[in-house]
């Protein structure tokens, strides 16, 4: 589902974010990306979604070549990626399900399917109730619920979380992973970087650590720092 192929990042021909990287993630499987402050996780997420280009190597997300693809195809590239980021960024002047809505305007549904799918998508998150409200009447959980809802709503085949829970409390961030873990069970590919150890500890996933940008462990059943 995901492939890095001897994958290498500069930033301004000095900054080694990501080098010789090459790993294969496979359809349905959950992986945490750890490391860190600066030791690449972000720059592998930006590389899948096509936000910045490798100077080195091939990267494919569903069988696409992404490194390769030319920019009309990119709007088809990030329909399979649904992504959860820290800070939710949602749009605090549209209720909770225009904000959910709009990821599918963007992606020409038709408003027919629109008033299917965002209720459905926020009642997978459970946030039925909260359809009308603005983000700003939200909690950080719930906040980070429509973000998800957002995320899943177009079916994306991928879900790329960067510190989904990073700042959200313990007991509200056990609430998302629940929520991911859910998700991921449905078939969908999770990949999510993390600083939260309690999370990775808990939930005993395949991890992927990255040390100035090198991958120095793939472990399956893994915890966030290394037990041999
Ligand atoms: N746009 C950019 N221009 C220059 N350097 C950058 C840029 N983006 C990232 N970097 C550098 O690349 C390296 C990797 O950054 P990246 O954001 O991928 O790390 P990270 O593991 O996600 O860190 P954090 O956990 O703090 O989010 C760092 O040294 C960072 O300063």
Not at 51 to 66: E, H, L, M, Q, S
Not at 103 to 129: C, F, K, M, N, Y
Not at 133 to 141: K, N, Q, T
Not at 175 to 181: A, E, S, V, Y
Request: glycine residues 8%; hydrophobic residues 40%.
């Amino acid at each position: 589902m995901i492939r890095f192929d001897h994958v290498s990042k500069t930033y301004k021909k000095t900054i080694h974010a990501l080098d010789d990287i090459s790993v294969e993630i496979g359809k349905g499987e959950f992986v945490f990306l750890v490391g860190s402050s600066g030791s690449g996780k972000s720059t592998f997420i930006k590389l899948l979604l096509k936000d910045v280009d490798p100077d080195r190597g091939d990267i494919f997300v569903a069988g696409k070549r992404v490194n390769s693809l030319r920019s009309w195809r990119v709007p088809a590239l990030r329909r399979e990626l649904g992504c959860v980021f820290q800070d939710f960024k949602l749009l605090d002047n549209k209720t909770v399900f225009e904000n959910v809505a709009f990821a599918q305007e963007v992606t020409g549904q038709p408003p027919a399917q629109i008033r299917v799918d965002v209720p459905d998508a926020l009642s997978v998150v459970g946030l039925s109730h909260k359809s009308d409200a603005m983000p700003h009447e939200l909690s950080g959980g719930e906040q980070q619920r429509v973000s998800i809802a957002r995320a899943i709503v177009n079916r994306p085949r991928i879900m790329l979380c960067d510190e989904p829970t990073g700042n959200l409390d313990p007991e509200t961030s056990v609430g998302i992973m629940k929520l991911l873990d859910q998700i991921n069970r449905t078939g969908t590919t999770v990949l999510m970087a993390t600083h939260d150890s309690h999370i990775v500890d808990s939930m005993r996933r395949r991890v992927i650590e990255l040390q100035h940008g090198q991958m120095v462990r793939d472990q399956a059943r893994g915890t966030y720092g290394y037990a041999g």
